[in-house]
């Protein structure tokens, strides 16, 4: 008997269907795998096991028992915990009480000492050090990932849904994580982990299953002999383009500068330091390092977002003074946080797309906006990038998270920007659509665009960039051609080391 079945699923919304007859079959202590495209439909089927959405029609077997999930108290009852994709936590408040938050045993006498007691055993028994009475927003991204998963577990969950837990760790979190789902497995606690990143599913899964447009393709082991294109095949179910075709940068004179850059933080700290570099066109930089060292900052200088504390960002020698002007002077941005920076979720797609532009020729003229063109450029940006949508009337927040970022991409590279700023260009992405994403990047710097990608991921900055700045505290630690960086220059640069023969920017 399977510990959890998911038979004849069905859900649509309107007239998309999301899950067409899926099936899935899940051994207890097993951390299996849910893969497939964007928009596939692999979260629809992890909202519907944790009662978040009705199913049309179809049944659910836990531990061999019918079950019927009105709510996701509900799931939480019966031993179901999700970690999502965009966490559920209140910064504001402390450990602690995010964690007994909905889910106190007497709501009306309240121990937190005793509460916060348990919860400190708990994390100790995965070798983590919490402190519950610390706000959430003083935590490191990963240990904010940690802490949703030891909220299921504190709520006594053994079947845990994983929804792209690695897209915002570092390499090192990421193996901090799965240290503790293999912790978790061994106990009997079965994962469901959705993930992009076919090399972490051969790390850390025993088995998949893959879903394609709505419905299931197979669920099969994953053993030495998969490799990441028959994976990638069995997705797309067709064959896939996994190469990046870049010929050697020409790069022309510098478009963006940066000189003397510092930035300190209202609480004091100071989160840029000194920070010089270029970025000539037709050239691409990237910047690295890990989270929280001084990009966000670093980039929300240069794109007008802050005014540094000293030293300034210049676009063709004009300093970066407002987010307006530094638009008008052809900076294309891919935020680090769509949704907070990129869309309006409740607007629709059609809309989404005349952002940034709606008052600039051809979409708008005489003031008026174009909306025939405006229409027209949206369908056409949409195609191109393979957008998944009902159409342009769709609202942002009803699009699946990865075709929430090819619609970003597309939009600003559409544009053909003196200076394209791409910060995580591909999370969330699926290999064929990360593929087509930088793909495009290449083409905009083989046009001339200079630039600036900012990125966790060390496989796509070392693909992408012709030069590579490592920044570490706030610093540059090093600028390297792309044949001077090697995984262990890099990752010993972003944990603040510095070699020999390193050189600073
Ligand atoms: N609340 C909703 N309203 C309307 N359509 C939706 C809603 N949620 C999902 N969809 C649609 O259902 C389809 C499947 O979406 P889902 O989010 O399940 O995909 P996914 O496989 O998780 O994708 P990704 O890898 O991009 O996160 C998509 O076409 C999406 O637009």
């Given at each position: 008997m399977a510990f959890l079945e998911m038979n004849h699923i069905y859900k649509s919304f309107g007239t998309t269907a999301?899950?067409?007859d899926v099936h899935l079959s899940v051994e207890q202590g097993e951390i299996h795998a849910i893969l497939g495209e964007n928009g596939a439909g692999k979260s629809t089927l992890m909202n519907i096991l944790y009662g978040m959405y009705a199913p049309d029609s179809g049944e659910i077997l836990l531990r061999g028992q019918n079950v019927r999930f009105f709510s996701s108290g509900d799931a939480i009852a019966q031993g179901i915990g999700m970690v999502h994709?965009?966490?559920?936590?209140?910064?504001?408040?402390t450990v602690i009480e995010n964690v007994v938050l909905g889910g106190a045993e007497n709501p009306f006498v309240l121990n937190l000492k005793e509460q916060a007691r348990r919860f400190t055993e708990l994390a100790h028994s995965y070798s983590m050090d919490i402190d519950p009475w610390c706000r959430v927003e003083q935590l490191s991204v990963g240990q904010q990932q940690r802490l949703e998963i030891l909220k299921a577990l504190y709520k006594k969950a053994d079947l845990l849904i994983l929804d792209?837990?690695?897209?915002?760790?570092t390499p090192r979190e990421v193996q901090e994580l799965f240290r503790m789902m293999r912790q978790l497995s061994a106990q009997g606690c079965t994962i469901l982990f959705i993930t992009h990143k076919l090399p972490e599913i051969m790390d850390v899964c025993t088995r998949c299953t893959i879903l394609r447009q709505g419905e299931t393709v197979c669920t099969m082991p994953i053993t030495p002999e998969v490799n990441r294109h028959d994976l990638a095949v069995r997705m797309v179910g067709r064959e896939v383009e996994l190469g990046l075709s870049k010929e050697s940068a020409k790069p022309g004179d510098p478009v963006l500068q940066v000189e003397h850059l510092s930035y300190v933080r209202p609480d004091g700290v100071e989160a840029v330091r000194d920070v010089s570099f270029s970025v000539r066109e037709g050239e691409i930089v990237g910047i690295c390092g890990v989270?929280?060292?001084g990009q966000s900052e670093l980039i929300r200088c240069i794109t007008g977002l802050l005014r540094p504390s000293s030293g300034e960002a210049l676009v063709e020698g004009k300093p970066c003074k407002s987010a307006k002007q530094v638009l008008r002077q052809g900076v294309a941005h891919i935020p680090e946080d769509r949704l907070k920076?990129?869309?309006?979720?409740?607007?629709s797609i059609g809309d989404n797309m005349v952002l940034m532009h709606y008052d600039q020729v051809p979409l708008c003229r005489r003031g008026l906006i174009d909306w025939k063109a405006a229409r027209q450029r949206g369908s056409r940006i949409c195609q191109e990038y393979q957008?998944?949508?009902?159409?342009?009337?769709?609202?942002?927040?009803?699009?699946?998270g990865g075709n929430q970022q090819k619609m970003v991409v597309g939009r600003e590279l559409d544009w053909d920007p003196r200076l394209l700023i791409a910060v995580h260009p591909s999370r969330g992405l699926d290999i064929g659509a990360t593929r087509y994403i930088q793909n495009s990047i290449i083409a905009a710097r083989q046009r001339g665009t200079a630039v600036l990608v900012v990125s966790t991921e060390l496989e796509e900055i070392m693909e992408l960039s012709d030069r590579i700045l490592v920044i570490f505290s706030g610093r540059i630690m090093a600028d390297l051609t792309q044949s001077q960086a090697t995984r262990e220059t890099l990752g010993a640069l972003m944990a603040g080391i510095k070699e020999e023969g390193n050189h600073a920017g």
């Open positions: 999301a899950n067409k994709q965009h966490f559920m936590l209140i910064p504001e408040q792209e837990p690695t897209a915002v760790l989270d929280g060292n920076m990129a869309v309006v979720k409740e607007m957008v998944r949508m009902a159409g342009l009337d769709q609202a942002v927040q009803e699009l699946s």
